[in-house]
């Protein structure tokens, strides 16, 4: 067991979930200013999104005395943080966002993306046995 893995006792303490929540919460703050008639379509979209990879890490944590329901919440989360990038996309092609912006929050999702597949691959350090 590595250091780093020792100092995580929570799912709160990764920080794949630290930067998904970031970026949620900046998704959050620059959509308020969408327009109202995205309402109900993108400006939910977006926020259910980029939230949903949250919820899903903390749900992988609580199950990782199963690998494939570990594995499967992960995916999860992979499948969510792209769903975000794709509705950062939108935003920028309706011209809602900023595209340097857009591109950072982007840049932030990849990050989130690699740390997932990382987990995904060294799943058995996650696990508890």
């Known amino acids: 067991m590595n250091v780093e893995r020792r100092l995580i006792k929570r799912y709160r303490d990764l920080e794949v979930y630290q930067t998904a929540f970031d970026a949620a919460m900046e998704i959050f703050e620059l959509s308020k200013q969408f327009p109202k008639e995205?309402?109900?379509?993108?400006?939910?979209?977006?926020?259910?999104?980029?939230?949903?990879?949250c919820a899903n890490l903390g749900e992988a944590w609580r199950k990782r005395r199963y690998k494939a329901a570990f594995i499967a919440k992960l995916s999860d989360c992979q499948a969510e943080a792209t769903e975000t990038q794709i509705w950062l996309e939108f935003s920028v092609k309706c011209h809602y966002l900023e595209t340097e912006r857009a591109r950072a929050l982007y840049k932030s999702y990849d990050k989130i993306l690699g740390q997932l597949v990382l987990m995904v691959k060294n799943s058995d350090q996650w696990l508890i046995h």
Do not use: G, P
């Open 38 to 53: 995205e309402r109900y379509s993108l400006t939910d979209q977006i926020r259910r999104s980029s939230r949903s990879v």
